[in-house]
């Protein structure tokens, strides 16, 4: 409850100065951490430390800081987002780790996502599936009343939790496959739910898994590692109506 | 002075709109399809905007600094999105909206833009939810509404309490079409370092490519900064890392007016501020003041003791608890407006009745709604917000009180735009939280969507074709022209100068060292003496920026510490220009707080005689004070009150 202070750490991070460099894990110290400083605080702290003599400092994604962006990644003692359920890695808290410990800093390790510079990596491939189909052909204006069309609560709900994704791509880097198939299942099944989304449902499914397939993800083999890891606890059922959603288009191909 | 024309259409209120819809000129397809707009910013004003202009035919280039246009802020607005649909039969109207509007906003805004605001405000409720935005519906399948605070009508829709990031994401949608289309460019990771004016018009813009670290020039017919608000001029705010006034500033240095820039939200309910290893803050939602009671305790020595961690908040009886708002306030209680409440707390911590371990935290009290509701209810209507506060705190907030604080949290003051949304530079325009132009001295909850939202789909797609008709014989920016190679020279070389100082101390440190200068006198209560000691101080900060800044890294790689420096570098002037704003405002009004101007019992005290106007202030070259002009605000339809919430 009260904060303590972690007296020293060990920060294990992997540093590569671009996309052609090879990259290595280099070792730092660091000390006297809050322990009710969030992760991305002590990587700043030790980033001012890294300055101040002289180094160059870690770069990583980071922005909101309240665990909605999705732009925070950063795969840490071998888990997406770190030891702690339903956070993303700007919401993990250093009172998750003990005093002395070594901490390992990876970014997401997948073929689709180049590393950019140490723990950032080029998330592109995301954009280009949700430009594939990620969306209901509607143009500005002219659309019915918001009330014309009565929902069930209960679709409305799920498609909710579906639209919950931030994008962040800790499924994609936790899958042993890097597969993007939670990603292009939650926004599939987002749409899909809604009546609004059912017109284009089959296309969007056909055009997007294409899209994946074409970028260099993985396939799916149900491992579940996806789900575990996500902050925003997307389920992999949605990968179930997304497989529905493929094979009746393909079928009516 | 008359350099400020606001346009605003002659006639009836409720006609304005509709009869400069009918007047102002269109753009017809063909050539809509020669004529270029580049839109910086990619939240709900820059992506709805991006996207409805290429809907139109106009050919959009886009920008973000992020790695991608669905990271914008707009995507952390948690409670809703207002619109004047009466759906509930509660008699709400677009006048109601546009009156609580103006009064929440404390009588310093237009009345002609918010009532525009008010009207345009059910198309987006609509549009959303063509789009596929998932708003919380009622068992019978029909959109359910909130309340919020400062009204007494339920008109707000949301998506559980992540209404900012469906909404976004409803936009990124639409944006995504026209980018997979051709007809929008996206660039993404570039940041917006300058605007480049072709005989005295906005023709484009110079960007750094944060990955590469190259300089590049974009021309167009047109450009629109849709790039938030300043809040991170205080360090500690409840903005994005990112979020930055740069580019409203470099519209500012290229003769941009920036309107009300004192004019700042303290929003009453965030995570306290811990130790000093603190980044940001982060908010809890405005609607939980509906079940929560604020309270500090009757006795210094409890709330010497809460500080040393000796009792806990439980300990304390009942009798020896304060609830200072519903003492003060009987009639609003705890849902007093944002500005109040923010007050309100400061004062009791100032008298020593603060209850963490810094003195700057007050409580928020779920037991007596669980007592009397049951822990399933608000568990089902406050669940995602407990998890968030327990997340950071390690506090279950259904055992224990929450700690909150005010905190920074949105702009109201901007840069100046007339009726069309266009600045005092023709052909740029400003929308969304970047502009002054809607909120006043305070906004109300669930405002801020539907302004950026309204701009962006409903008004900016109309009144730039007024602009854009002018300029269909104009033929494309040519980016080798003078003017862009001298704009390209001056970014570049203020870029190297930062790089080139290799001082001795990180960016972060004069960023923390402005923010204590802007909360410490010009945050919550501001007074002259204070004022005038904070420019100073702050023109001894830049002074010390400019030789001791540390900039590691390369010029051409990705360079945080680089993107940070330059940002920095504008919110030392941002910041300075906020406090002669607020030192030329001697009265109190929304947000704005100024010690000389109160009532007998220490309320804020309007001062509707000297100050009915807009501040709007000109850049008047480097290290020169800046130009005051203002424009007067007319009221013909609402009756100037002093707001009362006793």
Same mark, same amino acid.
């Given at each position: ?26 070792? $730092? ?105 990620? $969306? ?109 959603? $493929? ?7 | ?43 709900? !004003?820059?992506?709805?905007? %991006? ?10 280039? %886009? ?15 948690? !409670? ?18 546009? =009156?609580?509007?103006?009064?929440? +906003? ?35 399948? *029909? ?24 909404? *976004? *994401?409803?936009? =990124?949608? %639409? ?34 490519? @944060? ?42 240095? #290229? ?21 000093? /290893? ?103 209507? =406050? ?5 968030? =506060? ?44 970047? &502009? ?11 405002? %801020?969507?539907?302004? !950026? ?14 602009? @854009? ?10 980016? &080798? ?20 100082? #290799? ?19 010009? !945050? ?5 003496? +204070? ?21 590691? +890294?390369?010029? &051409? ?14 919110? @030392? ?36 005689? /000297? ?21 007067? *605000? ?13």
């Amino acid at each position: 409850m009260a904060d303590k202070i972690l007296k020293k750490l060990n920060i294990k991070v992997w540093r590569q100065n671009n996309a052609q460099d090879k990259g290595r894990f280099e070792t $730092y110290t660091i000390e006297n951490i809050s322990t009710g400083s969030s992760f991305l605080e002590m990587l700043d702290i030790l980033n001012n430390n890294l300055i101040e003599e002289g180094k160059d400092p870690i770069a990583f994604d980071h922005d909101c800081r309240e665990g909605i962006c999705g732009t925070c990644s950063l795969f840490i003692n071998g888990r997406a987002h770190g030891p702690d359920t339903e956070v993303t890695t700007c919401q993990l808290h250093m009172r998750k780790f003990k005093d002395g410990e070594t901490i390992t800093i990876e970014p997401w390790r997948a073929a689709a996502f180049p590393v950019i510079k140490d723990l950032v990596v080029d998330r592109t491939a995301f954009e280009k599936i949700l430009q594939a189909g990620g $969306y209901i052909s509607v143009n500005t204006g002219g659309v019915p009343d918001a009330n014309a069309i009565p929902i069930s609560h209960e679709d409305a709900e799920e498609s909710m939790d579906a639209a919950s994704c931030i994008g962040c791509g800790a499924c994609v880097a936790a899958c042993k496959n890097s597969s993007a198939m939670l990603f292009v299942s939650a926004k599939v099944a987002h749409l899909a739910k809604l009546p609004q989304g059912k017109v284009e449902a089959k296309s969007r499914a056909r055009k997007m898994v294409a899209k994946m397939d074409e970028l260099g993800f993985g396939g799916c083999t149900n491992t579940g590692a996806c789900e575990v890891e996500c902050p925003k606890s997307i389920s992999i059922t949605n990968i179930a109506r997304l497989n529905r959603e $493929y094979l009746t288009a393909r079928f009516s191909e | 002075m008359s350099i400020l024309d606001s346009k605003i259409p002659e006639g009836p209120l409720a006609e304005k709109w509709n009869k400069h819809k009918s007047n102002i000129k269109v753009v017809s397809p063909a050539n809509k399809r020669k004529l270029e707009v580049i839109v910086v910013g990619t939240g709900l !004003g820059g992506a709805s905007a %991006a996207a409805s202009l290429a809907e139109l035919g106009y050919k959009v280039k %886009a920008f973000c600094y992020q790695d991608s246009p669905r990271r914008a802020h707009s995507i952390a607005a948690q !409670g809703g999105i207002n619109a004047a649909k009466n759906y509930q039969n509660d008699n709400d109207s677009v006048f109601r909206l546009f =009156y609580d509007t103006i009064k929440g +906003g404390d009588y310093r805004a237009r009345e002609a833009n918010v009532y525009r605001l008010a009207e345009v405000s059910p198309n987006i409720i609509d549009q959303c939810v063509a789009q596929g935005v998932p708003f919380g519906r009622e068992y019978g399948g *029909l959109l359910d509404n909130r309340s919020f605070g400062g009204v007494l009508v339920s008109r707000t829709f949301y998506a559980r309490g992540q209404t900012g990031q469906q909404l *976004l *994401l409803g936009a =990124y949608q %639409a944006l995504n079409r026209q980018i997979s289309k051709g007809n929008v460019e996206m660039y993404s990771r570039h940041e917006m370092l300058d605007v480049v004016k072709i005989d005295g018009k906005a023709r484009g813009i110079i960007a750094r490519d @944060l990955v590469s670290g190259e300089i590049k020039r974009f021309g167009a017919h047109a450009v629109v900064v849709a790039t938030g608000g300043y809040g991170n001029v205080f360090f500690l705010s409840t903005n994005a890392m990112g979020s930055n006034g740069s580019a409203a500033w470099q519209c500012y240095k #290229k003769g941009a007016m920036m309107s009300n820039p004192c004019f700042v939200q303290i929003h009453p309910t965030c995570i306290p501020v811990h130790g000093d /290893q603190q980044s940001k803050l982060t908010l809890m939602s405005e609607s939980l003041r509906n079940d929560g009671r604020v309270w500090v305790p009757k006795k210094n020595e409890d709330a010497e003791k809460l500080r040393k961690g000796e009792i806990g908040p439980n300990d304390i009886p009942e009798d020896d608890r304060d609830f200072y708002l519903e003492r003060r306030y009987p009639s609003y209680g705890n849902l007093v407006p944002r500005d109040v409440a923010s007050r309100a707390a400061k004062e009791r911590c100032d008298a020593g009745f603060g209850v963490n371990a810094e003195g700057k935290a007050v409580y928020l009290d779920f037991k007596y709604a669980i007592e009397r509701l049951g822990k399933d209810v608000i568990k089902a209507r =406050y669940g995602n917000l407990f998890q968030m =506060y327990e997340k950071i705190t390690d506090v279950d907030p259904y055992k224990e009180p929450m700690m909150i604080y005010p905190a920074i949290h949105y702009s109201m003051g901007g840069t100046w735009v007339d009726y069309n949304l266009m600045t005092t530079v023709p052909g740029l325009y400003s929308i969304g939280e970047a &502009n002054f132009s809607d909120h006043g001295a305070n906004r109300l909850g669930a405002s %801020a969507l539907m302004q !950026g939202l309204a701009d962006g789909y409903f008004v900016l797609p109309y009144t730039i074709g007024d602009y @854009l008709a002018d300029e269909i014989l104009t033929p494309k920016a040519d980016t &080798n022209a003078l003017e862009f190679e001298e704009a390209e020279k001056a970014v570049t070389g203020r870029i190297e100068k930062l790089f080139n100082i #290799k001082g001795s101390k990180p960016v972060d440190y004069f960023h923390k060292k402005l923010g204590h200068v802007m909360w410490d006198y010009v !945050g919550m209560s501001r007074n002259a003496e +204070g004022l005038k000691k904070a420019i100073e101080m702050i023109k001894e900060i830049r002074e010390e920026f400019w030789k001791d800044v540390k900039i590691p +890294g390369e010029l &051409n790689n990705l360079n945080p510490e680089l993107e940070k420096a330059g940002r920095v570098a504008d919110f @030392l002037d941002i910041g300075e220009l906020m406090a002669h704003d607020a030192l030329d405002r001697n009265e109190s009004c929304g947000g704005h707080f100024r010690e000389e101007s109160v009532t007998e019992d220490g309320e804020a005290k309007r001062d509707d005689e /000297q100050f009915t106007y807009v501040s709007c202030w000109e850049f008047n070259g480097e290290g020169k004070e800046p130009v005051l002009h203002k424009e007067d *605000l007319v009221f013909e339809n609402v009756k100037l009150t002093q707001r009362s919430y006793k």
